[in-house]
Each structure stands twice: as C-alpha cells, then as structure tokens.
C-alpha cells in the first residue's frame, strides 16, 4: 500500500458485506421461485414426489397455514392440489361477495 491510500473502513467492509448478504438471499429467493413456479406449471399428475414435498415446504411456512398447526400429511393433501393459475395485469380474480369456490395464493402482483 503506498502512503496515503485510503483503505475501506471497518464500516464500509461491513455495508459490503450486508449488501452481498442481501444479494446472496435475494437470488435464492428468485432461484427457489423460478423452481416452484417450474412445479406448478406441470400437471399435477406429472409431479413427483420430491416436487410435492418442495410445495409443502414452501406452503408450511406461511403464515396462513404455519397458525393452523397443520401436519404434514395435511399439507402434503393441500400440494397435491395446488395449481398455477395465470392471470394477466389488472384480471380480476374474485370480487367481494363472490362464494368461495377456490382458494388463491398470489405469487406476484
């Protein structure tokens, strides 16, 4: 190092490192969509098993249904169900007061 080169702070290496924390699990996040929106754009009869226990994963961890204490059977019954619905900007997908026939998750949007 020559004299007078500025060398990054403890502070800068630390914001360098939280910043490629974040982009480390933010492309895992896109990673592991890309994957579930690749299940459940197949027929549910083309899936195997490991995809339904992807599913299961990702569903046993929202809220909704981790509140519910739910098991594992249960949610497994719930993935060999689940389908990706397509919808394009601004598609209605219910309205209020419509009977529930369906019930939707929201990927994007």
Do not use: W
Request: aromatic content about 10%; charged content about 30%; proline content about 4%.
């Amino acid at each position: 190092m020559s004299v007078g080169e500025k060398t990054p702070s403890d502070a800068e290496n630390g914001e360098k490192n939280d910043l490629e924390k974040n982009l480390s699990k933010f492309s895992d996040a896109l990673t592991g969509y890309a994957e579930m929106y690749n299940i459940l754009c197949k027929p549910r009869t083309e899936r195997l098993g490991s995809e339904q226990e992807q599913i299961v994963s990702v569903i046993s961890e929202l809220p909704f249904f981790k509140e519910r204490f739910m098991t594992e059977s249960e949610l497994l019954d719930i993935a060999n169900v689940i389908t990706l619905l397509p919808k394009e900007a601004g598609e209605t997908v219910m309205e209020y007061g419509d009977v529930g026939e369906h019930f939707y998750f929201v990927l994007m949007g």
